[in-house]
């Protein structure tokens, strides 16, 4: 409707083409309706980007840290990331790294 805000049906309408059924849709609008007035609005929608978005780049995080953390000890070591860049054919040292971010 072009008022900044998307309606039950609207979001219905906009899901049509994609696997889900119409339980899912109903669970999802209710989810991104935050305040119970019946639509989406422009916030609601921005909240629920965010959050998406927030879990994507913890993940990321989260699998970088497990790459650094060759030894899996829960610490990212000098010594650890001299061994990664090893790997990777980098020319500078994990303690040279290391000086620089601490």
Do not use: W
């Not at 994609?18 to 921005?46: K, P």
Request: glycine fraction near 6%; include cysteine; proline fraction near 1%.
């Amino acid at each position: 409707t072009h008022d900044g805000t998307i309606t039950r049906e609207e979001f219905a309408s906009a899901l049509e083409s994609c696997d889900v059924t119409q339980e899912q849709i109903e669970e999802l609008f209710s989810e991104l309706d935050q305040n119970n007035t019946g639509v989406i609005n422009y916030t609601e929608f921005l909240s629920a980007t965010l959050e998406v978005q927030e879990e994507k780049d913890e993940d990321l995080l989260k699998e970088a840290f497990e790459k650094l953390d060759v030894d899996n000890t829960g610490t990212i070591t000098a010594e650890g990331l001299g061994e990664l860049m090893d790997t990777k054919n980098i020319p500078t040292s994990g303690e040279e790294v290391a000086a620089e971010i601490l």
